[in-house]
């Protein structure tokens, strides 16, 4: 899974952000289904706040609950 968002907004200044600084993936285990492990698979991004007021110069995407 990963985000089709083309920016998000920085979580200390909420100023939106576009610019990428890197891509990792996260592995979210579920409970087990029929004695099988399920995971997850999300691709999240690492943005650039450029605001220069922010304090903040990275931030991770966050998804929705």
Known sequence: MQSQQKS?????CNMPSSRVHSRYWRVIQDVTILSLPVFLY??????F???SACSQRIFTE???D
């Open 42 to 47: 999300v691709r999240a991004r690492k943005f």
């Open 8 to 12: 998000h907004l920085c979580p200390s």
């Open 62 to 64: 966050q998804t929705p």
């Open 49 to 51: 706040c450029d605001h």
